[in-house]
């Protein structure tokens, strides 16, 4: 089969764009040449990949399954049939509707699926851990909708859940939303049910960094508590690009709706066959035994941080990420990324909360482990890469040719020559 099948073929993509093969090879050579510390990154496998460059991704099929509006929608059924019944027995859901390109996208249809223009939204602040497409103004969701935040408690840097319960009871909002891109800890789900029963409120969860951790069992699950959740399988979950939405069965019709036709065209069948696939890989005991070694990974790499004085905001994790304070060690977000970077430590600056800097410098930066422990990293390796980031940090330079940046470069040379990304 493999030899016949018509799908990816390098060689006829290096004969005929030997620029656009050249990209391919010099990635996927600076993924494996340095350290991939960015939380919402992960590392399919060739059978997820092995979809999204197959011949899936010409069909036409706007619709669902067994109701399209084109003809020749035979196998892609299959294939989006496959993803919807892994997905529902994955996460235990009613349904779900693998469709969303993204998680922006995904987000776009669950507000279009239970709110209208002027309605409100409660979510967490950005700057406190929360997302673009959680109200700010810069997105469509501040701009059609009356987003009131919440934030984090200045003492215990988590979230604030009087505050959460003080604005729900103040502000009546439509939906309630948790969940974000910088939440170092569990979200007490209980807590929102309980405000969104009292208020009248959807509770929505946002899971598109956690995901992954309850598909592998190593965290509790929002699907029990919250109306929807909408999540991407490309950060932790390590499927390809893209979206995804599960719900209880009575918002099933809102929300294939809202994703089509009201938010999306035709869908990516080549995706959903990725995300298929992606599924099948979570329901394993590797997936399970992974997902846990991404917390306890992440756990020792916060606390190594804050040994070296780059001190972990609410004092640690229970998640695959962390985000560093680095006002002791006096060096700004965005030069200890560019330090970090020169020394082959690819990893991002991030606000912490009640961040002095602004946004484009920022005080912390933020590491995940989703692509160390994909490589098969685990937690003495995670000591020895928090020692690297502190050196770059602290004693290193932008400069790739800065002596620093040299010796920690050698060290990462190493490590990822031991734990390869796709080794050969
Ligand atoms: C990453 C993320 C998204 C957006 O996902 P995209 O696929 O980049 O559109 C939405 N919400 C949260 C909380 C995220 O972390």
Redesign the pocket.
């Known amino acids: 089969m493999s030899e016949t099948f018509y799908g990816s073929d390098f060689g006829a993509l290096e004969a005929f764009d030997p620029e656009i093969a050249g990209v391919l090879v010099s990635e996927l050579d600076r993924l494996r040449g340095g350290l991939q510390l960015i939380a919402?990154e992960n590392m399919s496998s060739p059978a997820v990949l092995t979809s999204l460059g197959s011949t899936l991704s010409n069909k036409y099929a706007e619709g669902y399954p067994g109701r399209r509006y084109y003809g020749g929608c035979s196998e892609v059924d299959k294939a989006e049939s496959l993803a919807i019944e892994r997905a529902k027995a994955l996460f235990e859901a009613d349904h779900a509707n693998v469709q969303p390109?993204?998680?922006?996208?995904?987000?776009q249809a669950v507000y279009g699926a239970f709110m209208s223009p002027g309605d409100t939204i409660l979510a967490m602040s950005l700057p406190h851990g929360?997302?673009?497409?959680?109200g700010t103004k810069m997105s469509f969701s501040g701009k059609w909708f009356n987003a009131v935040h919440y934030g984090v408690d200045k003492d215990t840097e988590d979230i604030d859940y009087d505050e959460v319960e003080r604005l729900a009871k103040e502000h009546r909002p439509k939906v309630i939303l948790a969940?974000?891109?910088a939440i170092p800890r569990l979200i007490d789900f209980e807590f929102f049910r309980r405000v969104a029963d009292e208020v009248g409120a959807i509770f929505w969860v946002?899971?598109?960094?956690f995901i992954g951790l309850v598909a592998g069992k190593a965290i509790p699950s929002p699907v029990p508590h919250a109306d929807v959740v909408?999540?991407?399988t490309?950060?932790v979950l390590r499927g390809p690009?893209?979206?995804a939405i599960v719900c209880k069965e009575e918002h099933r019709a809102a929300i294939d709706k809202a994703v089509f036709p009201m938010m999306q065209g035709g869908p990516q069948m080549h995706t959903i066959a990725a995300k298929a696939t992606n599924f099948k890989e979570c329901a394993t005991p590797e997936y399970q035994a992974y997902a846990k070694q991404v917390i306890a990974n992440a756990r020792v790499l916060a606390e190594t941080l804050g040994e070296k004085g780059i001190r972990p905001t609410t004092g640690g994790t229970d998640t695959h990420l962390s985000l560093h304070d680095l006002q002791q060690v006096l060096v700004t977000g965005a030069d200890a990324e560019a330090r970090c970077d020169a020394a082959g430590i690819t990893l991002n600056k991030n606000a912490i909360p009640f961040d002095p800097q602004k946004p484009n410098i920022a005080s912390g930066i933020r590491v995940g482990t989703p692509c160390v422990t994909t490589q098969g990293m685990g937690e003495d390796e995670m000591r020895t890469i928090g020692g690297l980031i502190a050196r770059a940090v602290v004693d290193g330079d932008a400069d790739p040719e800065h002596a620093v940046s040299k010796e920690v470069r050698a060290e990462v040379t190493d490590l990822v020559t031991r734990f390869p990304a796709y080794a050969r």
């Open positions: 919402s390109h993204s998680g922006a996208s995904a987000n929360g997302h673009l497409t959680h969940g974000g891109s946002d899971a598109a960094h909408s999540f991407t490309h950060k690009r893209s979206g």
